[in-house]
C-alpha cells in the first residue's frame, strides 16, 4: 500500500515538469540556445512564438509554432 501511495505521489509531483510554459511577454533575458514560449499578436490563432535565446551580437530566433494542448500550460511572466 505505501508504495502505491509513494508512487501516486510521486508522478503527481513530476507530472507538471513535462509542461511548456507560455508566458504572456518575452523574457528580456534568455541564456544562448534557451527556449520561451510566448502568446503573440502576430502569430496566428492557435500558435505560440517560440523564441530562442542566441549568443552575444546575434538576434534571437523567432518562430511561430504550434503546441498541442497537453504541452502548454499558460503562465506569467515575471519583469
Given at each position: 500500500?505505501?508504495?502505491?501511495?509513494?508512487?501516486l505521489?510521486?508522478?503527481?509531483?513530476t507530472?507538471p515538469?513535462?509542461?511548456q510554459?507560455?508566458?504572456?511577454s518575452?523574457?528580456?533575458?534568455?541564456?544562448?540556445y534557451?527556449?520561451?514560449?510566448v502568446?503573440a499578436?502576430?502569430?496566428?490563432?492557435?500558435k505560440v512564438?517560440?523564441?530562442?535565446?542566441?549568443?552575444?551580437g546575434?538576434?534571437?530566433?523567432?518562430?511561430?509554432?504550434?503546441?498541442?494542448?497537453?504541452?502548454?500550460?499558460l503562465?506569467?511572466a515575471i519583469?
Amino acid at each position: 500500500m505505501r508504495t502505491v501511495l509513494s508512487g501516486l505521489i510521486l508522478s503527481a509531483l513530476t507530472v507538471p515538469c513535462f509542461a511548456q510554459n507560455v508566458l504572456k511577454s518575452e523574457p528580456l533575458v534568455l541564456a544562448p540556445y534557451e527556449i520561451a514560449y510566448v502568446q503573440a499578436a502576430s502569430c496566428p490563432l492557435g500558435k505560440v512564438l517560440k523564441v530562442t535565446g542566441a549568443i552575444r551580437g546575434l538576434h534571437r530566433k523567432k518562430i511561430c509554432v504550434m503546441l498541442s494542448a497537453n504541452q502548454a500550460s499558460l503562465a506569467t511572466a515575471i519583469p
